[in-house]
């Protein structure tokens, strides 16, 4: 059984669209992320979910909205692509966000390119 | 700010070799500090983790890594390397945000290729 999973694994888009990306957890965790890894690999968090209520939103453009309908899904949906915006997306969940030893673990990506 | 330098971008070793990958943090607390591992086109994996006690840390896979305070560092080792071993190795710390502790910030990420 897959514990963090996304969907789909690769997204080929043109720029101006909308578009979703999905990631679930059946690992019983109450914390969900999503991470942008650039074309350098460097990650960086976007936003952290707890218990579906917001915790994390770093400086993300707000054409990016997380979603979260329970603790087990966090969705990224995206407006109005920018090629800027290709990347590999990283959803991540943890026991909780309060003790910061937690491991996360990670799904396996989303690769995301937009022409 | 907390930050987190791998000096290092690419490192060759030969299988059998050991291996030592460099991690720098930037931290006012005592830092939980990760060793993460990336394979081609994978997600990443948790090697192992610092958070209190003794300072030698074991991991999975045959690593070890060693947090030294004086040094901020937490370098990440293997005895012998092997060709599976060949991956992307990011370090991070998590740092805290709020009531949120468990904000981690990566290095830049270390590639390792191992020759035969």
């Known amino acids: 059984d897959t514990a963090v999973s996304q969907t789909p694994k690769y997204l080929v888009t043109q720029m101006g669209n909308d578009k979703s990306i999905k990631c679930e957890q059946n690992?019983?965790?109450?914390?969900m992320y999503w991470y942008k890894q650039d074309s350098k690999k460097f990650l960086k968090i976007m936003f952290s979910y707890n218990n579906k209520e917001l915790i994390i939103n770093e400086t993300v453009p707000n054409r990016f909205s997380p979603k979260s309908p329970d603790k087990a899904h966090l969705n990224l949906h995206i407006n109005s692509l920018e090629l800027g915006d290709s990347a590999v997306y990283f959803c991540?969940?943890?026991?909780?966000?309060?003790?910061?030893?937690?491991?996360?673990?990670f799904g396996p990506g989303t690769r995301l390119t937009v022409l | 700010a907390q930050s987190v330098t791998q000096p290092d971008i690419h490192i060759t070793v030969s299988e059998g070799a050991s291996l030592e990958l460099r991690c720098n943090y930037s931290y006012g607390a005592t830092p939980y500090l990760f060793w993460y591992v990336q394979s081609p086109g994978q997600g990443l994996q948790l090697l192992l983790k610092y958070f209190s006690g003794d300072t030698l840390v074991q991991g999975i896979k045959g690593f070890e890594a060693e947090f030294k305070r004086s040094q901020s560092s937490f370098n990440l080792r293997k005895p012998s390397v092997h060709w599976s071993d060949a991956a992307e190795y990011f370090c991070?710390?998590?740092?805290?945000?709020?009531?949120?502790?468990?904000?981690?910030?990566f290095g830049t990420g270390t590639l390792l290729a191992v020759q035969p």
């Open positions: 991540a969940s943890s026991q909780d966000f309060s003790a910061g030893y937690n491991e996360q673990f």
């Open positions: 991070a710390v998590a740092r805290a945000q709020g009531g949120a502790t468990n904000k981690l910030i």
């Open positions: 690992l019983g965790h109450d914390t």
